[in-house]
């Protein structure tokens, strides 16, 4: 158990929905990463904040966005889904920026 | 652009037989190199983090080493739990805080 809590772990959804993806970084990290990874693709960053503010952007969508709140914990809004978006997203924290991260167990979304 | 290669794509093993997966990357100043241990359906597991090339890290069968242009996964007399995909990652020195992942090597030891 890396200590990172993501919520839900499953999730299935209609393409053109709206969907919140929840992680609670572990005690005393105020780095969180988001990553998705679909099967025939690597792991693939999105976006990471550090304190609250937005640190680095990757690869994500205009579709997609993210925060982090004052208690830390972060969520990743997916919205007007389409069937590509179909993947497991992977939430990851650290104590500071260059810093190992630590995984959580993944929300496994499914867009039908 | 930061960049990482890992060969092979996948490596089937009998236990016993040791053997290296490859991480070739290209960062502009390395900071880190981590690996991780990934089972299906799961999150990545932290196996390693090496900073400066020359620098080798060791646990239980798995030994890492890094150069200034690739990192060595070494597997020593593996058994079929070792079964895994195996990631490596890198952040660079001047590009904010990204971790880019290579896309891993799927080993799989029969028993």
């Known amino acids: 158990d890396s200590g990172v809590t993501q919520t839900p772990k499953h999730l299935i959804t209609a393409t053109g929905q709206r969907v919140t993806l929840r992680c609670s970084p572990r005690?005393?990290?105020?780095?969180v990463y988001w990553y998705q990874q679909s099967l025939d693709q690597g792991l693939q960053f999105l976006i990471q904040?550090?304190?609250?503010?937005?640190?680095a952007k990757g690869n994500i969508l205009e579709r997609f966005s993210a925060q982090q709140f004052p208690d830390l914990h972060s969520e990743l809004n997916l919205s007007s889904l389409e069937l590509g978006d179909s993947a497991l997203y992977f939430c990851?924290?650290?104590?500071?920026?260059?810093?190992?991260?630590?995984f959580g167990e993944g929300s496994w979304l499914t867009v039908v | 652009e930061d960049q990482v290669t890992q060969s092979p794509e996948a490596l089937r093993l009998q236990e016993g037989e040791s053997s290296s997966l490859n991480c070739s990357y290209t960062?502009?100043?390395?900071?880190?190199l981590f690996w991780y241990r990934q089972d299906p359906g799961k999150g990545p597991e932290f196996l390693f983090t090496l900073y400066s090339a020359g620098e080798e890290k060791e646990k239980e069968r798995l030994k890492a080493t890094l150069t200034k242009k690739e990192s060595f996964l070494h597997i020593t007399a593996p058994k079929p739990e070792d079964s895994a995909t195996y990631l490596c990652a890198v952040q660079s020195l001047n590009r904010d805080d990204k971790i880019i992942f290579g896309k891993g090597t799927r080993l799989h030891i029969l028993p």
């Open positions: 990851a924290s650290s104590v500071d920026y260059g810093n190992t991260i630590y």
């Open positions: 005690s005393g990290d105020l780095s």
């Open positions: 904040y550090y304190n609250g503010e937005e640190r």
């Open positions: 960062v502009s100043g390395l900071r880190g």
